[in-house]
């Protein structure tokens, strides 16, 4: 399949990432079917895209012409039934191997088009396992986006042993086609970015667990120190404590190195529900405008 091949994309996973992927698609000019496990919940995510793209609209940044262009260009379905038309579908949901496996089973089993691609958006799970348990291993690929995805440029796109070149070629230029700059990854634990990222997120957890410092000054000595636009236990927040810890567990089990050990106080932020901006609560306190307001430990 070539990039011009393809006019329906379909997202599995309308949360935060699948909801991001689906408005990135659609602005592209992609008639692009948001997926959940019911069409309540696709239905949900598609309004709150609408408004996100009405501030933008206050803000001078987007017409509402093109706001109601490319809201209908998303279309809710519920479950993997309703992707069967698609010519490439990006799997979005949450990191965990047996869900992601069940998922991409269905969808593959749904898909008509022999030469349709099936992609992950994993940030840590191996790409050849997910592979490996479609009938069409050659066109399985990792096409993981950065959040938030409307406004973070990069695409990491990761090879599987199984990954035909056709498959490569057609997703990196999807991917450049959305306005994204693309890196390439073999299939390893973490990949590039998660590889570097969360040993250095875990570290701040265990400089806060080792009573080194308050979260603040954590923050406020890497944004200042370091020159990061976010602070490592704000950055943790805002990916999903949940999701930092699965992807360290990843690289745990998957290296069996314990530098990559994920710290307790991760952990049991985890246990307790805590997830970050998206629950409100995390390493901070967030108001129901997703605004910061104090630290919580």
């Excluded at 840590?124 to 009938?135: C, H, N, Q």
């Excluded at 307790?264 to 529900?273: D, E, K, S, T």
Aim: charged share 25%; with cysteine; net charge neutral.
């Amino acid at each position: 399949m070539n990039v011009t091949d393809i006019k329906i994309i379909g997202v599995i996973g309308a949360g935060q990432m699948g909801s991001g992927i689906a408005q990135v698609s659609a602005a592209c000019g992609y008639r692009t079917l948001l997926s959940d496990v019911n069409v309540d919940l696709s239905t949900r995510a598609k309004l709150k895209i609408g408004t996100v793209l009405e501030r933008q609209v206050a803000k001078g940044k987007m017409s509402e012409g093109a706001r109601t262009e490319l809201l209908d260009r998303i279309e809710p379905v519920g479950g993997p039934a309703g992707l069967a038309e698609c010519d490439y579908v990006v799997e979005a949901a949450t990191e965990n191997l047996e869900l992601k496996l069940k998922i991409l089973r269905e969808a593959d089993a749904h898909m008509k088009k022999k030469a349709a691609i099936l992609a992950s958006n994993t940030s840590s799970i191996s790409i050849t396992k997910l592979a490996a348990a479609v009938s069409r291993p050659a066109q399985v690929i990792g096409m993981h986006f950065m959040n938030p995805v409307p406004l973070m440029k990069l695409v990491e796109i990761v090879r599987s042993v199984q990954t035909s070149v056709e498959t490569y070629e057609t997703t990196r230029a999807l991917a450049l086609a959305m306005g994204k700059t693309v890196i390439t990854s073999n299939d390893r634990p973490g990949f590039v970015v998660n590889r570097v990222l969360i040993p250095f997120l875990n570290e701040a957890c265990y400089a806060l667990e080792d009573g080194v410092a308050t979260p603040e000054d954590i923050d406020q000595g890497v944004r200042l120190g370091l020159n990061h636009p976010m602070g490592p236990l704000e950055l943790a927040d805002l990916i999903g404590l949940d999701t930092v810890l699965s992807i360290a567990e990843v690289l745990h089990r998957d290296f069996g190195d314990d530098k990559y050990r994920p710290a307790i106080v991760l952990r049991n932020l985890v246990a307790a529900g805590w997830y970050g901006k998206k629950t409100g609560r995390g390493f901070y306190i967030y108001d129901d405008n997703g605004q910061k307001q104090k630290s919580s430990l």
